[in-house]
C-alpha cells in the first residue's frame, strides 16, 4: 500500500520526527497525509550525516557516481505509476501532467549521470610550466523547493549536485514532501551510500530557517518565491556562502500580426494553463498586435472555456490550486483585476460544479492599462493578461517593463523580426514561435534581476555545484608548457 507519510530522512534511513504537520488534499481540503516537522536539531543531524559521507562520495569518481543516478533515473521510472499518483492527489494536478513531471525527473537524474564523466576541464600552457582547472564539489548543499513541481524540481536541483560528488540535504515545500522522501528511500534502494541524500521536511520558518542559516552547508539552491529569496540570500550573507536563487516571473509572450492565430493559441493556452499556471516561467501575459487582438482574444477564450476541470486524480485538463493559501491569492488578484476595471473575457470565478478543494476557472483579462498591477505583479495561477501593442519598439519596452526577467516569447513568421525582438528581450530563456514548460533538461535555465541568478539544468548546472579550482606547476626545462 502507499505510504503516505513523509518521515525526516538522513543517513539512509527514515526517523519519526517531534511532530507533524498535516498534508492536505486541494481537491477536497482535507487532510490525507503525514508530513514530518523537522526542526532545527533535526537539520544539524543531516550536516552531521551529509559532512561524514562527503568525501568518500567524492572520492569514489564521477562514472561510479553517474551510474547510481542512471540507476535512480530507472527506479523512478519503475515506480512512476505510483509516484505520479502520489504527486497528482499531493500537488493538484490532473495524473497525465504528474507522470510528466516523474518521467522529467528520471530524465534529469539520466541527463547528469551521464554527463559527469565527460566534464572535463582545461589545461593551460604557461612559460615554464602549466596550469590546470579542475572542478571540486562544494562539500553539502543544502536545497530548499517549491511546492508546484516537487519532485521535477528536486531532480533539477540534486541530481547534478550529487552528480559532481556533494552530500545533499534537501528541505521540500510543507505542502508537497511525499514524493521528496519517497525519491530518497528509491536512491538508497539502487546503492546511494548512507548520508548523501538527506531529507528534512518541515516548515520554511523552522527547518527551512535552519538550513539557510546552517554553517555546516557548503552551498544552497533554493526555489521559490522572491520574498524568501531574500531571506536565503542574507542568511548566506552572514556564514560567506555561495548560492542559486531561482525565483518568480511574469513572463510575455509577444505576438506579432503576421501569425496563425488559430494555429498558435492552443500553445499560448498551454503555455500559462500547464501545472494550471503555478509555474516560475509560466506565460503569463500576452503582448499582442492590435491588427491581431480581437482574433487572439476570440481564440484564446474558445481554448479556456473549453477545458474540463476536475480533482487530479480523475485526470482532466486542469486540476485544484495547491492550496487554501494559493486559491485565496488568486482570487483575490481576479479582484484587483475587476476593481482596476479591466474586463474579463473568460473565467473569473469558482467551478459550479466543484464546491469543495481549491478549483478556480482559467481567467482572462483584456487588458487596457499595460501598468496595471494583474499586468506585472506575479499572481501564479490560470490568470492571463492580453494587452494589445500599436509597434514593435513598444512591443519589447512592455515586455521588458516589470522586474523580473524569467522567461520571454516571440511569435512572427518574420525571420529578422523573430531575432531581432528575440535579441532584445532581457529574459533568462527566450523562445521563438513555441513556449517551454519543463521539458529540455539540457537547457541553462534560470533569472536575471529579480527572478534570480546563477542557472539550473543542462551542463551550465554542473559548474553551478562545484567550485573551479587551478592548480600551477612548473617543470623546469619543459618546453610549451609541457
Ligand atoms: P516560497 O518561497 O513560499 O517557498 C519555497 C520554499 O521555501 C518552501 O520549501 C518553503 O518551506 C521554504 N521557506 C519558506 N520560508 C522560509 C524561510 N524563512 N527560510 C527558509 N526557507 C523558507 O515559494 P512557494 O510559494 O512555495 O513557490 C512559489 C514561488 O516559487 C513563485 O514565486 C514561483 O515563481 C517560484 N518558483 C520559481 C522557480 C524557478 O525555477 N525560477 C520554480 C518554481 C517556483
Redesign the pocket.
Known amino acids: 500500500m502507499t505510504d503516505l507519510t513523509a518521515p525526516i530522512y538522513i543517513n539512509g534511513s527514515q526517523r519519526d520526527p517531534g511532530g507533524w504537520i498535516d498534508s492536505i488534499d486541494p481537491a477536497t481540503g482535507k487532510a490525507f497525509a503525514k508530513v514530518a516537522r523537522g526542526t532545527a536539531a533535526d537539520i544539524d543531524a543531516a550536516v552531521a550525516a551529509a559532512s561524514a559521507a562527503q568525501p568518500a562520495w567524492d572520492a569514489l569518481g564521477p562514472a561510479r557516481r553517474g551510474e547510481l543516478l542512471q540507476k535512480l533515473a530507472d527506479a523512478l521510472g519503475a515506480n512512476e505509476a505510483e509516484l505520479a499518483r502520489i504527486e497528482a492527489q499531493d500537488a493538484g494536478k490532473p495524473v497525465f501532467e504528474a507522470v510528466d513531471d516523474v518521467q522529467t525527473a528520471a530524465a534529469y537524474f539520466r541527463f547528469y549521470g551521464e554527463a559527469v564523466d565527460k566534464f572535463y576541464n582545461d589545461k593551460i600552457p604557461l612559460e615554464g610550466g602549466f596550469g590546470l582547472t579542475d572542478r571540486i564539489p562544494h562539500g553539502v548543499t543544502g536545497h530548499?523547493?517549491?511546492?508546484?513541481?516537487p519532485v521535477m524540481?528536486l531532480a533539477r536541483t540534486v541530481a547534478p549536485a550529487l552528480a559532481m560528488g556533494n552530500a545533499v540535504i534537501l528541505?521540500?515545500?510543507?505542502e508537497t514532501s511525499l514524493s521528496s522522501v519517497y525519491t530518497a528511500r528509491l536512491a538508497t534502494q539502487v546503492g546511494f551510500p548512507d548520508g548523501v541524500f538527506n531529507v528534512v521536511p518541515g516548515?520554511?520558518?523552522e527547518a527551512?530557517?535552519a538550513?539557510?542559516g546552517h554553517p555546516g552547508i557548503d552551498h544552497i539552491s533554493?526555489?521559490?518565491?522572491?520574498?524568501?529569496g531574500k531571506?536565503?540570500m542574507h542568511a548566506s550573507a552572514d556564514v560567506m556562502r555561495p548560492l542559486t536563487l531561482?525565483?518568480?516571473?511574469k513572463s510575455p509572450s509577444v505576438v506579432f500580426d503576421d501569425v496563425d492565430v488559430e494555429l498558435i493559441a492552443p500553445k499560448l493556452r498551454t503555455a500559462l494553463l500547464w501545472n494550471n499556471g503555478q509555474t516560475?516561467?509560466a506565460q503569463s501575459r500576452i503582448l499582442v498586435s492590435k491588427k491581431v487582438h480581437g482574433h487572439l482574444l476570440e481564440a484564446l477564450e474558445a481554448e479556456f472555456s473549453k477545458l474540463e476541470i476536475a480533482p487530479g486524480l480523475e485526470d482532466k485538463d486542469l486540476a485544484s490550486l495547491v492550496s487554501k493559501q494559493q486559491y485565496e491569492r488568486v482570487a483575490s488578484y481576479i479582484e484587483i483585476g475587476r476593481a482596476e476595471g479591466q474586463r474579463i473575457v473568460t473565467g473569473g470565478r469558482r467551478p459550479k460544479h466543484l464546491d469543495q478543494g481549491y478549483f478556480l476557472e482559467p481567467t482572462i483579462f483584456d487588458v487596457t492599462d499595460p501598468g496595471s498591477r494583474i499586468a506585472n505583479e506575479?499572481i501564479?495561477g490560470p490568470v492571463l493578461s492580453v494587452a494589445r501593442f500599436e509597434d514593435e519598439e513598444q512591443a519589447i519596452r512592455v515586455a521588458n517593463g516589470t522586474p523580473f526577467d524569467?522567461a520571454a516569447a516571440v511569435w512572427t513568421q518574420d525571420i529578422d523580426r523573430a531575432f531581432r525582438v528575440a535579441g532584445q528581450l532581457r529574459a533568462g530563456q527566450v523562445y521563438v514561435n513555441n513556449w517551454s514548460i519543463g521539458t529540455g533538461v539540457n537547457l541553462p535555465?534560470g533569472?536575471i534581476r529579480n527572478?534570480?541568478f546563477g542557472r539550473?539544468k543542462g551542463i551550465a548546472a554542473l559548474a553551478e555545484y562545484s567550485a573551479l579550482k587551478t592548480t600551477v606547476v612548473r617543470v623546469t626545462g619543459g618546453v610549451g608548457g609541457r
Open positions: 530548499i523547493t517549491p511546492w508546484n513541481y524540481l528541505k521540500p515545500a510543507e516548515l520554511g520558518e527551512g530557517a538550513l539557510s533554493f526555489t521559490g518565491s522572491r520574498e524568501v531571506l536565503i531561482e525565483l518568480g516571473g516560475c516561467n506575479e501564479f524569467l535555465f533569472g527572478s534570480g539550473e
